[in-house]
């Protein structure tokens, strides 16, 4: 097995793309989701996985101990330089400083952009267009993840110290490689533990961006979660809808929150400035 299966910390950017010099195949990430695709069938590599998992879940909960995670779900064909990726990149930085740790599904899109919002919220505007800037040369990870990679890896040698935010993807869709900008990766084999966990830890709220069908499922997961919760554990879930307003927003205007006993709020606005959702 590529990967440790007692390890006691979560990922890094720099262990999962260890290799990258050599190309994107040769990283740890990728020969991970090679091992992965050919062997999980094998009782012993399965066996392998799920303790693999029970090792990042320990882990991760050493993580979310100190922190009040916020999540921003999304999908993951935002291209990097599209309006709606800029915007995702101002809500990861306007909710890490209002005091909270951003949390994504760990890959490409409007989850990498969250998570390099989050990373460069201690530095000046200006450090967040000039990394737009660089990325929008490699709009997308297909179909070539070494250059996207790479360029992500350049933002954040211009800008070394950025703050931590939290990734949890999976090598169950390996074909979506982790961005670079979440310092702390909670990746699993388990798409079904890695959905559960990723929703459970985002005690603040959840902000649910534009997406597909991996983004619908969570919408819908997480307002079952929110049903059964007690009503001092429900969380926020708030939906933006990827509307016109004005472009220092993040995308959309529409969202509403979900409350105790099944019901929705009126329409609200979110607003950059503060993290809380207003009712219009």
């Known amino acids: 097995m590529p990967v440790d299966v007692y390890r006691a910390e979560l990922y890094s950017p720099d262990e999962l793309y260890d290799g990258l010099a050599d190309g994107y195949a040769a990283t740890l990430d990728a020969t991970t989701y090679a091992w992965f695709t050919g062997e999980r069938r094998d009782l012993r590599a399965t066996l392998a996985q799920s303790l693999h998992d029970l090792s990042v879940d320990d882990a991760l909960e050493s993580f979310v101990a100190r922190r009040t995670l916020v999540g921003v779900m999304g999908g993951h064909a935002q291209e990097r330089g599209s309006d709606d990726y800029a915007a995702a990149a101002r809500l990861g930085r306007a909710l890490t400083r209002a005091g909270l740790t951003v949390a994504t599904g760990g890959g490409p899109g409007a989850m990498e952009a969250a998570n390099l919002g989050a990373y460069l919220s201690d530095h000046g505007d200006d450090a967040l267009d000039e990394a737009l800037t660089v990325l929008a040369g490699r709009p997308s990870f297909q179909p070539d993840v070494t250059g996207w990679a790479r360029a992500a890896f350049e933002v954040r040698e211009r800008r070394p110290r950025g703050v931590t935010s939290l990734g949890v993807p999976t090598w169950f869709y390996g074909h979506e490689p982790p961005n670079a900008f979440a310092q702390a990766v909670a990746k699993y084999f388990k798409n079904a533990i890695r959905e559960d966990v990723l ?62 006993g099944g019901t929705w709020s009126r329409r609200c606005t979110w607003s950059t400035t503060s993290t809380r959702c207003r009712r219009s």
């Open 199 to 260: 929703l459970h830890v985002c005690r603040a709220g959840i902000v649910f961006l534009p997406g597909r069908g991996g983004t619908v499922q969570e919408v819908f997961q997480d307002a079952c979660e929110n049903s059964y919760a007690a009503s001092a554990d429900v969380a926020p879930m708030v939906m933006a809808d990827g509307g016109s307003g004005p472009r220092s927003s993040p995308p959309g205007r529409c969202c509403a929150r979900w409350h105790a």
